[in-house]
C-alpha cells in the first residue's frame, strides 16, 4: 500500500503535467502484479468497490472520537476521508504513524470486495489501524470510489503508455475491451502476448477545445457562430451494439446518464453539450431553451441515477459535432462538411434527447455582436466561433475555434457572512455572502461568491474574516458590515428564493474595495433595473 | 479564580498588575516580559524588555538595541512583589515559559512551545501551576506531528532522487530554519547548505550562541549549476517569489506543522510537505495540561475552540483568551 499512497501524494502535490505522467509510469513499472492493475483501476475510476459507502467512515470514525472534536476538525480540514486519515486513533498495540507494511494493494481490494455494507466499517477499521496518514486516506479514498488526486482517467492512461512506450491512443481502442485489475493490458505492454482485440469496443477520441476570441472581430464568411451553451462537453460514442458518453477529461459517465446512453443505438461519435431541459439559458429563438447549470450539477459524479432523478432533470444533448459515422472518420473533413453530415444524421435520433445546436444567423461581425449583447436575458454565456473549413482536431489549435464570452456586469456589495471552502481552499475563509442596501438602509444578501480573488487576496479576505466576526452560527460566521467587494456577474434574474428578490448568475469577486465606505455600496434598486 | 485580580488578560498582551507589566505585548510598553523572539511575541519600542540572553540578542538583531535585562533559565527575580522565574520552552533559541508566584498563587505563560527533542534549544520543563496560559497553534486533533527523524530522511530522499535539481526548503527565519539544518546534521548530511539572505545574521546569531550549523553558503550570486544535488533553505515567502527563479529546477518542499493537511500545501505549491514543527501537537497539549493539572487553563491562541472543549469534556476549567495580532502561519 505504501508505493500506492506514495503515488497519490506525489499526484496531489506535483503541479506539472509531466511530472505526474512520470510518476504514474514509474509506479506502473515498479508495482508488482496485480497491485499496479488495480492501482490502474482507481486512477482511471474504474474501480468499484460498492459495499462501501461514505456513510461507513462516518460509522467507523464515530464510536472512535468525540463528535464535537471531529466536526471542528472536519470544518477545518473540509474533507471526510482526509481528516479521519489524520486523526485516526491507532489501536495500543499498532506502531504509531507507521505504514507496517502488512497490507497489499490487492489485499485490500480483495477485502473490500468480499466485504458485505454492514461489514464495511468493521473492515476498514481493522486495516486502518496498520496504515500510516497517507496510507488511511489512500485507503478511504480507494473504498468510497472517486480519488480526486487531481488526474482525469486520460491522463493515467498515458502515464500507463509512456511507461511502456505505447501509443495512448492504442490503450484508449483496446481499454473498453478489458477490465479490472488488467492482466492482458499489462502482458501486452511488457510484450508476452499480443496486443487485445478492440474490436467494437466503443473508446474515447480527443475534444478539439476553443481559445477565448482575443481579436476584435473575425470575417464571419471564414468562421461560423454558435451559442455557447453552459452544461458539460461529452462525448457519445456508439457501435451499434453499445454506447458510452464521455466527458472531456475522457472518464466514462455512461452511469450517470442512461437516459441519454439508453436513446442512441446509432454507430457514431458524436461531440455535444450535455444539458437539462428547462427554461434558463437560451429560448426557442436560440434554437431552444435549457436549464441552468446547476440543475446539471445534480446529475453529475453519481454512479447510478434514480428514476426521480431522471425525471426531476431530464437531460438531453445538444449536438455540436461528427466525429465518426458508421466506420468512416470524419475529423479530417472541415466543419462546413461535418456540420451537413450532422444536420443529415440528426432525423435518425430520438428529438427528445438530442437536438442540433443552432448557428447564429449574422450578415456581419457588427450585427453578431449586437446578437450577443441581447443575448443577456436569456442567461447565455456568449458565442462560439468556429472556422468553417477547420478540421476536428485534438485541442486547442490557434485560429481554429473561439469562445466569446460576453463582459460581465459588476456592482458593489458589502461582505455580511464568510463560510470556509473546499478543496484547495480549505481552511480559508473563502466562501463569501454578501448583500446591497433597502431603501430603508437594511442590508439584504443578494449572492454568494468562491472566485475572482488572487491567492493574495484570498489570504487577506481570509484574515479580515477571521478578525471581524461578529457571531457564529455552525460553520457560517458572520462578519461586521464594513467590507466592500465588487462583485462581477454575468446577468441577474428574479428570484423568489432570496429576500431581495434577487439572483446573480456567475457571480464572482472583481474586485476587494477596501478604499469605499460600506454606505457607498450599490442599491437593491440599482441591481434590479440590471434585470434585463 | 482569585489570580484574575493580579493577572489580566487582555488583546494586546497580559498585564501583570503588581509588577506593572506586560507579557508578550504586541504594542509598546515601558515594561515587558517577553517569551521569545517570534514577532508575534517580540516587538520593538518597549521601555524596559525582561527576556533571555538568546532573546535579547534576537531582538536587538531586529530591532536594534532596547534597554532590557537579561534573564537566565531558573533565576529568581522579584518586580513589584511579584516572584518571576523563566524556564526553558523548548520552542526556538532562548524561548522561555514566563513562571509568576504571587499572593500563594502561580502562573505559568508558555509563549509557544513543544516537547519532542530539538537540537537548537533547551527541553521544554514542566512546572506545576495555578493557571496555565498555553498556546493552541495545533490544537485540533488532525495535527500530530510524526517523527521529525523520518521527515528529514524524506527530504534526503528526494535530493538523492534527483542529483540535477535542488531542494529548495521553506523555513522560518528564526527557529525553523536551524532546526532544520541541525536535523540535517543530525543524519549525517555533511554537505554545505545554501541559505537565502534573510537567514544569514540569524544563522550567525545562532552559531555564536554555539548551535553547530555545518557549513554554510549564501545562495544568491552562485551559480544554478553550482546548487544541483544541494538544500537551499529560504523563508516562506522566497519560495514562489522570483529569488528561487535563479534555482536549479527546485524541489519545492516547506518545513511546518501545518504540512500535515494536504490542501494547506498544496495551496503553498508545496510539491514535499514535511511536518516538522516548533509547537506542541495535539497530543503534546493535552498531555501537557494532564500533566500540568492546573486549576484553570487558559487558552491564548490558534485553535482555541477544540482545546477549550477537551478541557471542557474533562471537567478542567478553561477560557479562550482573544490576543490580537498572534499565529503568524509561516512560523507552524
Known sequence: MRAFSQLLDGLVYTRSRNGKLDLIADYMRRAPDPDRGWALAALTGNLDLKAVKASAIGEMIRDRTDPVLFEMSRDYVGDLAETVALLWPKAEDQPPEIDDGSLTLSAIVDRLQGVSRAGAPAALAQMMHHLDASGRFALLKLATGGLRVGISARLAKTGFAQAFGLDVDDVEQVWHALSPPYAALFDWAEGRCERPDPAGTPHFRPFMLAHPLEADSVDLSDYAAEWKWDGIRVQI??????????SRAGDDIT????????????????????????????????GGAAA??????????????SAKMMVDYPAFVRLYDLLLEGDEDVRALPWTQRRARLEAFLPTLDPTRFDLSALIDAPD?????????????????????????????????????????????????????????????????????????????????????????????????????????????????EVEKTLVLEVAFDSIHDSKRHKSGLAMRFPRIARIRRDKPPHEADRIETLRRMIA | MSAQHWIEPHPTGIYVRPADAWIDPSTPRDRALVTHGHADHARGGHGHVWATRETLAIMALRYGTASGTAVDYGE??????????????????????????????????????????????????????????TEATFGLPVFRHPDTGSEVDRLLGALHAHPDRCVLVGAYALGKAQRVITELRARGHRDPIYIHGAL????????????????????????????????VIAPPSALNDRWSR???????????????????????????????????????????????????????????????????????????????????????
Not at chain 2, 94 to 106: N, W
Request: charged share 25%.
Open chain 1, 237 to 246: 460514442v456508439g457501435t451499434g451494439q453499445e454506447t458510452r458518453l464521455y
Open chain 1, 255 to 286: 452511469g450517470s446518464f442512461p437516459d441519454i446512453a439508453g436513446a442512441f443505438s446509432g454507430h457514431a461519435v458524436l461531440d455535444g453539450e450535455l444539458l437539462v431541459k428547462g427554461e434558463f439559458q437560451g429560448a426557442k429563438e436560440h
Open chain 1, 292 to 305: 441552468s447549470f446547476n440543475a446539471l450539477q445534480q446529475r453529475l459524479g453519481r454512479k447510478a441515477v
Open chain 1, 365 to 477: 461581425f457588427d450585427t453578431l455582436a449586437d446578437i450577443r449583447a441581447g443575448a443577456r436575458d436569456a442567461a447565455i454565456e456568449g458565442v462560439m466561433l468556429k472556422r468553417r473549413d477547420s478540421p476536428y482536431v485534438a485541442g486547442r489549435k490557434a485560429a481554429l475555434w473561439y469562445k466569446w464570452k460576453r463582459d460581465p456586469l459588476t456592482a458593489d456589495c458589502v461582505m455580511m457572512y464568510a463560510q470556509r471552502g473546499h478543496g484547495k481552499r480549505s481552511s480559508f475563509y473563502s466562501d463569501y455572502t454578501f448583500g446591497c442596501w433597502t431603501e430603508d438602509g437594511e442590508l439584504l444578501p443578494v449572492g454568494k461568491a468562491y472566485s475572482g480573488f488572487t491567492d493574495e487576496e484570498l489570504k487577506w479576505l481570509d484574515r479580515f474574516v477571521r478578525t471581524s466576526t461578529v457571531n457564529r452560527f455552525g460553520p457560517v460566521r
Open chain 2, 76 to 133: 529568581e527575580m522579584r518586580i513589584g512583589g511579584v516572584t518571576i522565574r523563566y524556564v526553558p520552552a523548548g520552542h526556538v533559541l532562548g524561548s522561555a515559559q514566563i513562571v509568576l508566584d504571587h499572593a500563594g498563587e502561580r502562573v505559568v505563560v508558555t509563549g509557544d512551545y513543544k516537547r519532542r527533542p530539538d537540537p537548537t534549544c533547551t527541553p521544554f520543563e514542566p512546572v506545576p501551576c495555578d493557571i496555565f496560559v
Open chain 2, 200 to 231: 544569514e545574521r540569524m544563522c550567525a546569531l545562532y552559531q555564536d550562541f554555539g548551535v553547530e550549523l555545518g557549513e554554510l553558503r549564501a545562495a544568491t550570486g552562485v551559480p544554478a549549476k553550482e546548487m544541483r544535488g544541494h538544500i
Open chain 2, 246 to 332: 535563479r534555482l536549479p529546477d527546485p524541489i519545492t518542499a516547506m518545513a511546518s506543522g501545518w504540512m500535515r493537511v494536504r490542501q494547506r500545501a498544496r495551496q503553498k505549491n508545496v510539491e514535499l510537505p514535511l511536518v516538522i514543527s516548533d509547537h506542541a501537537d495535539w497530543d503534546e497539549l493535552t498531555d501537557t495540561i494532564a500533566e500540568l493539572a492546573p486549576t484553570e487553563t487558559w487558552i491564548t491562541h490558534g485553535r482555541e475552540e477544540a482545546l477549550l472543549h477537551w478541557c471542557m469534556t474533562r471537567q478542567m476549567r478553561a477560557r479562550a483568551l482573544a490576543l490580537v495580532g498572534r499565529e503568524d502561519e509561516d512560523e507552524g
